[in-house]
C-alpha cells in the first residue's frame, strides 16, 4: 500500500482510506463489521474515517480494533449529536471528541474535524477554539476540517487546521481547480471524501439521493468516452495527480476493498486520460460547486 504525507501534519496514510459508515448499523452484523475492520488493517489500508452521525460505526471501531491502536490512523468527525448540548458550541465540541475517545476505546485520536461546520459558526471562532483546545490537551493529533466550498475557503486561510476533507471525484473538482494549489503551499493535508462520486454510472435513471442525482447529472453532460470500469478510473483520478494523500471509500463488502486496493495498485492514470477528465469536467465547471 501507497503511504503518503498527511501535508505537514507528521502522519502518514494509505493512499486508500477505509470509510466506515456502512458498518454504521444491523445490516452489517456484529461478527460482519469485526471481520471486516480487521481485514481492512491487514490488508495495509491505515487510514480508518468515521463520525460522531455514523450510528454504530464509532462503538464498532472500538470493540474490534481497540488492540491493534498502534496500527492505523483514527480519523473522527464532531460538531453535532450531544445529549443535552446545543449542538456547534464549545461544549459539544469537547464533550463529542470525549465520548469519541471512550467509543473508540483509545487514548487519543488522529484527526478530528469539524463536520460541515458552517461558515458563520466557523468564523465565530468558539467551534475552532474547542477543537484545538483538545489537540493542546493530547486529545487528538490534528485539528481538521471537512467540507465543501466558502467553508473550506476559510479553513484554508484561518491557520487553524492540519488537514481537510473534501470532495474529489470525476464529478467533483471544485477542490482541484481552486484549493488544491493553496492546500499544498501551506502545508495543509488533504483528504479526499465521495471520491467514487456515489458511483453514478451504474445508474440507468437518475438517482434520488439529493448528491447522487446531481453527480448524475454532471456524469451525464460531461459526455466521457465509455469505459469498461469507471470505478478503476475514478478512483486512480481521486487518488492521484491531485495533492490528495488518501481517498476514502467505504464499503460492507470485502470483495469491494480487495477491488479497490487492485485499483490504487495500478497508480495513476495516464496523463492524457486525466487531462480530457478535467477538461470535461471544466466545460461546467464555474456552475459546479463542490457537494456535501
Not at 453535532?80 to 464549545?90: A, F, M
Not at 453514478?200 to 439521493?209: E, L, S
Not at 495498485?265 to 471544466?282: I, N, Q, T
Request: with cysteine; aromatic share 6%; net charge negative.
Amino acid at each position: 500500500m501507497i503511504l503518503n504525507n498527511l501535508g505537514h501534519t507528521g502522519l502518514r496514510v494509505s493512499a486508500l482510506g477505509f470509510g466506515a459508515m456502512h458498518i454504521n448499523d444491523e445490516r452489517t452484523t456484529e461478527a460482519e463489521a469485526g471481520a471486516l475492520l480487521n481485514h481492512v488493517l491487514d490488508l495495509g489500508i491505515n487510514l480508518v474515517d468515521t463520525a460522531r452521525g455514523y450510528g454504530l460505526s464509532e462503538e464498532r471501531i472500538g470493540r474490534h480494533l481497540n488492540t491493534r491502536r498502534a496500527d492505523f490512523v483514527l480519523s473522527t468527525k464532531v460538531g453535532y449529536g450531544v445529549e443535552g448540548v446545543p449542538d456547534w458550541t464549545y461544549d459539544c465540541i469537547v464533550q463529542g471528541v470525549e465520548r469519541a475517545l471512550k467509543l473508540m476505546q483509545t487514548d487519543w485520536l488522529d484527526i478530528v474535524h469539524l463536520h460541515s461546520c458552517p461558515l458563520h459558526v466557523l468564523e465565530q471562532g468558539e467551534v475552532v477554539r474547542a477543537l484545538n483546545d483538545c489537540r493542546t490537551a493530547g486529545k487528538l493529533r490534528v485539528a481538521a476540517y471537512s467540507g465543501d466550498n466558502a467553508e473550506i475557503d476559510f479553513a484554508l486561510v484561518c491557520g487553524a487546521f492540519g488537514s481537510l476533507q473534501t470532495s474529489v471525484s470525476i464529478c467533483d473538482q471544485a477542490h482541484l481547480n481552486l484549493r488544491a494549489a493553496r492546500a499544498d503551499h501551506a502545508g495543509i493535508g488533504v483528504i479526499a471524501k465521495r471520491p467514487l462520486a456515489g458511483a453514478v454510472w451504474r445508474h440507468a435513471q437518475r438517482p434520488d439521493d439529493f448528491a447522487e442525482g446531481q453527480y448524475w447529472d454532471r456524469f451525464k453532460a460531461m459526455s466521457l468516452p465509455a469505459k469498461e470500469d469507471w470505478a478503476d478510473l475514478a478512483l486512480r483520478f481521486a487518488a492521484f495527480h491531485t495533492g490528495v494523500a488518501s481517498a476514502i471509500v467505504g464499503t460492507a463488502k470485502p470483495a469491494n476493498l480487495r477491488r479497490n486496493i487492485e485499483a490504487i495498485s495500478r497508480g495513476p492514470l495516464p496523463a492524457e486520460l486525466v487531462v480530457a477528465v478535467r477538461a470535461a469536467f471544466d466545460q461546467h465547471g464555474d456552475a459546479w460547486p463542490g457537494l456535501i
